[in-house]
């Protein structure tokens, strides 16, 4: 699959001047209905800093890379950044993952871990392993004929959906401390191999 067509996640990290947080929090709170109503957003996780800290983070989802940048070319969104520059200490900081690493982001990290591609693909192909058998178990009902090409698409959108909302999440807590280990290690740095 093309990048463009890939689920993108995007980490944003704004320092905002001492005095400046509560209208940076009030240009935020009114811009993310609007954020949200784009085609393919698929939510935002903002992530106040700690007491006496000034860095602001926000993990972006879209469907699509193609949409992400449809929204960053968007007349609102430059209108938003317009707004908060004042408040800001200066440029914000962007950054994103797109296919295997964004099932592996950790939420909340002030550092973003991404695990080794080695270590992503062998939880993927656990959890890809699992998907495959419940679907073969679920589609082979007794006396049930499915047709081959509705087995064929049926069964592969099972396991995407299930792979996408049940079975990558639970895998990447599961193997939270071997996947970022290395990572952790070498200080928050990302590691690829």
């Known amino acids: 699959m093309d990048q463009a067509n ?13 005095g400046s947080e509560a209208a940076f929090e009030n240009a935020l709170r009114a811009f993310i209905p609007k ?8 939510g935002v996780h903002m992530l106040r800093p700690p007491p006496g800290g000034h860095e602001y983070g926000a993990v972006v989802k879209f ?16 209108a938003f950044l317009h707004e908060i520059e004042a ?6 900081q962007v950054e994103t993952l797109c296919g295997l690493e964004s099932w592996f982001t950790p939420l909340g990290a002030r550092v973003t871990q991404v695990p080794p591609r080695w270590k992503m693909a062998l939880v993927t192909y656990i959890g890809v392993c699992m998907m495959v058998y419940a679907v073969s178990v679920t ?8 047709p081959a090409w509705l087995r064929f698409f049926l069964g592969n959108a099972l396991v995407v959906v299930g792979l996408a909302w049940a079975v990558m999440p639970m895998l990447n ?6 996947l970022h280990k290395s990572a952790l290690a070498n200080g928050g740095h990302h590691e690829r191999r």
């Open 35 to 42: 954020s949200i109503a784009f085609p393919g957003h698929l």
């Open 63 to 78: 469907r699509t890379h193609k949409e992400w940048e449809t929204f960053l070319r968007s007349p609102e969104y430059a």
């Open 6 to 18: 890939e689920a993108v996640t995007v980490i944003i990290t704004r320092v905002v001047r001492a």
């Open 173 to 178: 807590r599961v193997f939270r401390p071997w």
């Open 87 to 92: 408040y800001l200490e200066g440029p914000q």
């Open 139 to 146: 589609l082979s009902w007794p006396g049930v004929k499915w």
